[in-house]
């Protein structure tokens, strides 16, 4: 280093001491001045005249290598995607994230391929390396933490692959979120590993020891992640996509654990990019938990998704209440949309939906009421009378499992006649699959309030309630609820299958089966189960929203309870 020693006169050195080379201590004389009559003229230390505005060589040449990365540096690829009808990684960026707020990590990196590239054409082709990484702010309120970190495939460079500096990149941006406990948004969008980054094959044999995808399932059940697909998303890039709570995707996107070439070289025929999990597959099989029209709707969806899991919202308005009173119909044969419930029950504007395609005897949706995000689930009577299958079971499961590893109180709106039962149920595994239910449900952290619309019957119904009426934080009904063991009828036929059976009549027999089921019924009615002490109050449907808030009302969260990761599946 070199340090200026002002002398203090004006004058002339005449000597210099010690000499070159040699140590110098405290105290000793480096060089004596012969002064002269000259005044020095007085600086004022406080002036400072530097042109802010000048770019000096080095911050130039920093300055030019980021923007060598950025859109404009590549119009013809930039045409491409959206000639395709995307946009690109850094455009989705800036609309998920607010303005100006996201900071990238690692621009620099390229590919691994300067083997066989021009160190050039690897800055302009394939800038960061085919993934954008960094932290923004997406959403919340006013003194709610939202930074979450992005991770973001480019398409446009080299298809989006996992190449060997995009590992490093990405590992170490997960590091960083695990730390400080950020949410992860995963533009998942690409091929899948990289065979082309040759200046890594000397220290690399296979790759298999890249901590990428322990990682990001670490995070699982420790911070919210959502994984968007807004085009063609196969291998190591699917696996991420689905370790994720949540995934998001456009109608045109494929998803599959493998793409074209890999397939064909499997032995496994040759197909299109677009016959690989297309949307009308991976929606209905319950992989993909929302699908959207376009870029901007996932990255809408992405936002919506995200603020659930970002604290209160003081500024909410609901509907008229009194609705509730009339959306469950006398007569409990007839059946209802449970999503017109869900929507009036809920703050306005504030349902989001997963998995809508899949298992449609079960709903599972994020709401707000009074502006508190929690998680509902609740039963279709318009699909097998709202009974549980497998897939509905495991549905409500892996929902429940969400709710709890983040902390969202869960309300369940209950109107089933049971698990659905049959040789037909019991060759899906359904005495595994419906046990779950009763698993994660007797160990949730978060409280449960449970509503009765309509029917409340059997192993169901317990499970529908965390495993029986006594494990909520209240159990409630309509007027219109019913319980019971077992469905009515079915009761009936089984307990009186004698009396039955010795009526000749069919006309005699009919009315007095009728007659049996009205007693069962009369019995089972929610208002006298309450009388009973098996379910806490039978109220004005109106009263529900107020309810469920009392009810609610105290610990959030048992944090005794071990913390848990949240299934795949």
């Keep these: 280093m070199e340090h200026p020693v002002a002398a203090g006169v004006a004058g002339t050195l005449v000597q210099v001491s010690p000499a070159v080379g040699d140590q110098v201590r405290v105290d000793d004389v480096l060089a004596t001045v012969a002064a002269t009559d000259h005044v020095v003229p007085h600086t004022d230390a406080t002036t400072d005249d530097t042109d802010l505005d000048h770019i000096r060589p080095d911050l130039a040449a920093v300055l030019g290598r980021k923007a060598v990365t950025l859109d404009a540096s590549r119009p013809e690829?930039?045409?491409?995607?959206?000639?395709?009808?995307?946009?690109?990684a850094r455009e989705n960026i800036a609309a998920l994230t607010e303005p100006r707020s996201f900071v990238e990590y690692g621009s620099f990196p390229v590919a691994a391929q300067r083997g066989r590239r021009e160190l050039e054409e690897l800055i302009a082709m394939t800038p960061a390396?085919?993934?954008?990484t960094g932290i923004g702010r997406i959403g919340a309120q006013a003194q709610q933490r939202s930074e979450c970190l992005v991770l973001a495939y480019d398409y446009t460079v080299l298809a989006g692959t996992q190449g060997y500096f995009n590992h490093k990149k990405t590992d170490r941006a997960l590091r960083i979120a695990r730390a400080q406990g950020l949410p992860v948004v995963l533009l998942a969008e690409g091929g899948g590993g990289r065979p082309g980054d040759v200046d890594a094959?000397?220290?690399?044999?296979?790759?298999?020891?890249?901590?990428t995808f322990a990682s990001m399932a670490r995070l699982s059940g420790r911070v919210p992640t959502v994984a968007v697909v807004t085009g063609r998303c196969f291998a190591g890039n699917a696996a991420l996509a689905g370790v994720c709570d949540v995934l998001i995707a456009t109608r045109d996107?494929?998803?599959?654990?493998?793409?074209?070439?890999?397939?064909?070289?499997?032995?496994?025929?040759?197909?299109?990019?677009?016959?690989?999990?297309?949307?009308?597959?991976?929606?209905?099989?319950?992989?993909?938990?929302?699908?959207?029209?376009?870029?901007?709707?996932?990255?809408?969806?992405?936002?919506?998704?995200?603020?659930?899991?970002?604290?209160?919202?003081?500024?909410?308005?609901?509907?008229?209440?009194?609705?509730?009173?009339?959306?469950?119909?006398?007569?409990?044969?007839?059946?209802?949309?449970?999503?017109?419930?869900?929507?009036a029950l809920a703050d306005e504007d504030a349902v989001f939906e997963l998995r809508a395609a899949f298992a449609p005897g079960a709903i599972t949706a994020l709401v707000r009421i009074e502006g508190v995000p929690m998680g509902l689930i609740a039963n279709n009577p318009g699909h097998l009378g709202g009974a549980i299958d497998s897939d509905a079971a495991d549905k409500l499961a892996r929902f429940l499992q969400l709710c709890d590893a983040h902390g969202l109180p869960i309300v369940s709106l209950c109107d089933t006649p049971g698990f659905m039962v049959g040789p037909d149920a019991e060759r899906t595994g359904?005495?595994?699959?419906?046990?779950?239910?009763?698993?994660?449900?007797a160990n949730l952290r978060v409280p449960v309030v449970t509503v009765v619309l309509r029917k409340a019957y059997g192993l169901g119904a317990q499970a529908?309630?965390?495993?029986?009426?006594?494990?909520?934080?209240?159990?409630?009904?309509?007027?219109?609820?019913?319980?019971?063991a077992m469905g009515l009828e079915g009761a009936v036929r089984l307990g009186y299958a004698t009396e039955l059976a010795a009526l000749t009549d069919d006309d005699a027999r009919a009315r007095r089966f009728d007659e049996l089921v009205e007693r069962a019924y009369e019995q089972g009615r929610a208002i006298n189960a309450a009388m009973l002490g098996e379910i806490d109050e039978v109220i004005d449907p109106a009263e529900?929203?107020?309810?469920?808030?009392?009810?609610?009302?105290?610990?959030?969260?048992?944090?005794n309870r071990a913390y848990r990761f949240v299934d795949t599946w």
């Design 77 to 88: 690829a930039v045409t491409k995607r959206h000639t395709g009808g995307h946009r690109t």
């Design 129 to 132: 390396d085919g993934i954008v």
């Design 201 to 211: 094959t000397h220290i690399v044999a296979s790759g298999l020891d890249v901590e």
């Design 253 to 343: 996107s494929t998803i599959g654990m493998a793409g074209p070439a890999m397939v064909e070289g499997g032995g496994l025929g040759r197909f299109a990019a677009e016959e690989i999990g297309p949307m009308s597959v991976q929606t209905r099989n319950g992989v993909v938990d929302v699908v959207v029209d376009d870029d901007e709707a996932a990255m809408a969806a992405a936002r919506d998704y995200l603020s659930y899991f970002q604290g209160a919202q003081g500024d909410w308005r609901a509907g008229d209440q009194r609705r509730l009173r009339h959306l469950v119909p006398e007569k409990r044969k007839t059946p209802y949309d449970v999503r017109a419930v869900v929507r």
């Design 430 to 441: 359904s005495v595994r699959h419906v046990s779950r239910l009763f698993v994660i449900g």
């Design 464 to 484: 529908m309630a965390g495993g029986g009426f006594r494990e909520t934080a209240a159990t409630l009904a309509w007027p219109t609820g019913e319980v019971g």
């Design 544 to 559: 529900t929203r107020d309810r469920i808030r009392t009810a609610l009302a105290g610990k959030a969260i048992d944090a």
